[in-house]
């Protein structure tokens, strides 16, 4: 949980509308439940209402998720998502543009 945080205040002067989602986007970071292996892949974020809204692409063949695969959540939703299954929640800032096509496999981190 504190690595979420740690990310958000560290990125937080860079925070923008997210113009398009598209997965030639770039990932800024990857948030990942360590047990289950469940990633979001972030490529940024809004502030709303003084809340951290994280924009950015899930793969949908693991979870059958409904839509497209891409998100805009609260930071919260990631924190109760790894109390609701007593996992790790871990995030992996990237330090190198790498497009979302890129990174969405099972096992591309």
């Known amino acids: 949980m504190e690595k979420l945080a740690a990310f958000l205040q560290s990125n937080e002067a860079q925070w923008a509308p997210v113009g398009e989602r598209s997965r030639d986007a770039a990932v800024i970071a990857v948030i990942e439940l360590r047990d289950t292996g469940r990633k979001w892949f972030v490529i940024g974020a809004e502030v709303h209402d003084g809340r951290h809204v994280l924009i950015g692409y ?6 059958h ?18 109390r609701a299954t007593g996992d ?6 990237m330090t190198s543009a790498v497009p979302v096509a890129d990174l969405d496999v099972d096992d591309a981190f």
Do not use: N
Not at 58 to 63: H, L, N
């Open 58 to 63: 899930e793969p949908r063949c693991r979870y």
């Open 88 to 93: 790790h929640l871990d995030v992996h800032a």
């Open 65 to 82: 998720a409904p839509g497209d695969g891409w998100f805009a959540l609260t930071s919260d939703f990631f924190v109760r998502a790894a």
